[in-house]
């Protein structure tokens, strides 16, 4: 297993997880609710930032690694369901948003896994609409950590709804694409 800057980056994103959660779980005495969620949203935003960076420099530092490959989207993929499952804990995020979601990112895993297994796992490869998806997740999650009123006027609560139930649409798009894809191949091998 490699060790360098980039993959040092990813790891911190995994270990951001239990802090993420954990904030909400300090009294009341150490936080206030606001500033919970302040510093839930500066953790998730570190995160979200690490996961730009970590890409860039592995590219950059020519450091690209099989095991970086695996370990980026997994930290993505659990970071962003911890983030989910804190909002559904919170009722600031609908059940049905985190299903869709949680219950996409499964789906596309275990394809990919399959498709890999059968020798066609480039015909899944992260398209532009998974990124895009996955952007606008990483947009959403902050606004609805904060849950606040910025500047006197920017409502983060209903910012954080909307864009979240268009990540909630981008997510289904990108999965009804994956798995339009690994169609013609997965035809042929189901038996």
Known sequence: MPFNLPIALTWLRVAAIPL??????????????????????AIFVFAALTDWLDGFLARRMQQESVFGQFLDPVADKLIVAAALLVLLNMDRVQVWVALIIIGREITISALREWMALLGAGKSVAVHMVGKLK????????????????????????????????????LTLWSMFYYMKKALPQLAGKID
């Open 20 to 41: 993420l959660i954990g904030i909400f779980y300090l009294p009341g005495l150490w936080l206030t609710p606001l500033e919970k969620n302040v510093v839930a949203t």
């Open 134 to 169: 996955t952007t606008v997740q990483l947009v959403a999650i902050p606004f609805l950590l904060l849950n606040d009123t910025l500047f006197g006027w920017l409502d983060c609560a209903r910012i954080g709804t909307w864009l979240i139930w268009v990540a909630s649409f």
